[in-house]
């Protein structure tokens, strides 16, 4: 079964500083990944997404995640933060192709900027 | 191109009364997916649908929970003689699957209160 782990329920980064958002995967092919940034309330927005070529990949907003198979890893960064970036994170996992299994998230990470 | 809508944003039932969501897709997808999120996790897949054929439906919580995607556009999600456990966020989302890649566009959602 497919599974994502974000082990990182908050995080606290001063306004300025890098981030670095950690997701891990299990999937038993090849993943299709992505990040969604979602606010109080609020849908999903999609920030980026990995589905194949190069590994290091850019989204919305200034963000970047790299894909490492070998540690079935997919974090998301972002050079400098600002405080609209206060939001919770979730990543995801499917299927190339989608359909049956949907998305299967993470917990997800609340990010919190600090002054 | 407009986005994922849902009605109503906020619903408030007493337990036991039937609730019906609505999700309009973004024009011309013809995958849509329903998915419910409880607080502090992420959201879980429910059903889905390739334009009006309910292709995996063995995920949706209990025999109270139904679909329906009619004419291949908009779509329902039933709920009926609602539980204080039904209390969530229910997440629609669309997609337009292109050569292999599905990518999911998220809707606000409806947040579900039962009393």
């Known amino acids: 079964a497919q599974s994502v782990t974000q082990p990182d329920i908050h995080i606290t980064v001063s306004e300025g500083a890098s981030l670095e958002l950690r997701c891990n995967y299990s999937?038993?092919?090849?993943?299709?990944l992505f990040w969604y940034v979602q606010s109080p309330g609020q849908g999903l927005q999609l920030l980026l997404k990995y589905f194949s070529g190069d590994t290091l990949v850019q989204g919305i907003k200034g963000f970047e995640a790299e894909f490492k198979r070998s540690q079935s890893s997919f974090n998301l960064r972002k050079p400098s933060v600002h405080w609209s970036d206060a939001a919770e994170y979730f990543c995801?996992?499917?299927?190339?192709?989608?359909?049956?299994?949907?998305?299967?998230f993470g917990k997800g990470t609340h990010l919190i900027i600090q002054p | 191109d407009t986005g994922v809508s849902q009605d109503p944003r906020h619903k408030i039932t007493k337990r036991g009364q039937n609730v019906t969501f609505r999700c309009d897709p973004i024009s011309e997808h013809n995958r849509l997916y329903w998915y419910r999120q409880t607080l502090g996790q992420g959201p879980e897949f429910l059903t889905y649908?390739?334009?009006?054929?309910?292709?995996?439906k063995s995920r949706l919580l209990s025999d109270r929970f139904s679909a329906e995607r009619p004419k291949g556009s908009f779509s329902t999600l039933e709920i009926q003689r609602t539980e204080q456990g039904d209390s969530a966020m229910y997440l629609c989302?669309?997609?337009?699957?292109?050569?292999?890649?599905?990518?999911?566009?998220f809707g606000p959602g409806t947040r579900l209160t039962v009393l």
């Open positions: 649908f390739q334009n009006e054929a309910q292709l995996e």
């Open positions: 999937y038993g092919a090849t993943p299709y």
């Open positions: 995801a996992v499917g299927a190339h192709g989608g359909g049956a299994d949907g998305l299967t």
């Open positions: 989302a669309s997609s337009l699957p292109d050569r292999g890649s599905d990518t999911q566009y």
